[in-house]
């Protein structure tokens, strides 16, 4: 953890394993030292499985976000991945063996409107991934991205709220009114309706984890599979952004709405079969 300090919810979710099978350790993935002081703390500096998890959020017209801090974004988001990477790499190359499990995004293979600079920072991450992956392989050493959407957390709430006390008198009326009325009106609803849960997101990674042959990509919402597959049989980039466009300024956001909550509903229903299933014994 970057601040130590705020360890309470984790020691108490941790319970009698505390000490034993889970260590709290101070790290800030945007200082060096702190990265190989932590690293040097553990037993060989034997790391079998890296999962690089440290991001910030960014949303909001272009014309309102500060370069400082998109800056600091980009450190955290992307030069904190590549710093823990650098730190590990070598031991996992030397002793031919390991795993780096990176948090992406789905943003990491499309850009999302108003999300300008946090797709930036997800592409930056998919792109090293995939340039080193071939020879981290060389050295039996795994690279996988775990791709999440939209994921219900304090983190997303507190960004989100912080959107709508924001002042856009740096961009034009228009903009302002199409990211306020538009974009954060719907965005409850598409949390609520595509949203994942961190356990949820968790039990993904566990299962990249722990495959006999790791995926280099790993979606955790089907409900994307249709945008990125748009995406790849459409070099020219047409048919994405003109069902964007389409989405977001030609249809009435009342129909996007219903359509989010009848998601939710067959979402509801699905789980519910699930609980049933795993109650009666299968799997």
Not at 65 to 77: G, I, K, V
Not at 177 to 198: H, M
Not at 232 to 259: C, E, N, S, W
Not at 268 to 282: M, Q, Y
Request: hydrophobic content about 45%.
């Amino acid at each position: 953890m970057r601040d130590t300090g705020r360890s309470a919810a984790l020691v108490a979710a941790a319970g009698l394993v505390l000490g034993t099978m889970l260590h709290i350790k101070q790290l800030d993935v945007c200082d060096e030292g702190s990265i190989r002081a932590c690293v040097d703390s553990i037993p060989g500096r034997h790391i079998d499985v890296l999962v690089s998890n440290a991001g910030v959020g960014m949303v909001g017209p272009l014309e309102c976000q500060s370069l400082a801090a998109m800056q600091s974004l980009m450190d955290t988001n992307f030069f904190g991945l590549v710093r823990l990477v650098k730190e590990v790499l070598p031991d996992m190359k030397r002793r031919r063996g390991g795993h780096i499990v990176v948090i992406s995004s789905i943003m990491g293979l499309q850009g999302i409107v108003f999300n300008d600079i946090y797709a930036a920072s997800k592409f930056a991450v998919e792109g090293f991934c995939e340039s080193l992956v071939v020879q981290a392989r060389r050295f039996n050493v795994a690279i996988s991205l775990v791709e999440p959407g939209p994921v219900t957390t304090e983190f997303e709430t507190k960004l989100y709220e912080e959107a709508e006390r924001a002042d856009y008198s740096q961009t034009d009326p228009e903009t302002a009114e199409i990211f306020t009325q538009l974009y954060l009106r719907n965005s409850r609803d598409v949390f609520a309706s595509l949203g994942q849960t961190p356990e949820d997101i968790a039990e993904h990674t566990l299962r990249v984890i722990v495959a006999l042959r790791p995926p280099f990509r790993h979606r955790t919402n089907v409900a994307f599979t249709p945008m990125a597959a748009l995406k790849h049989a459409d070099p020219g980039g047409t048919l994405i952004t003109g069902a964007f466009y389409q989405l977001v300024f030609k249809h009435d956001d009342a129909v996007l709405r219903l359509g989010l909550r009848a998601i939710r509903l067959l979402r509801w229903n699905v789980r519910k079969v699930k609980e049933g299933a795993r109650l009666l014994g299968f799997r």
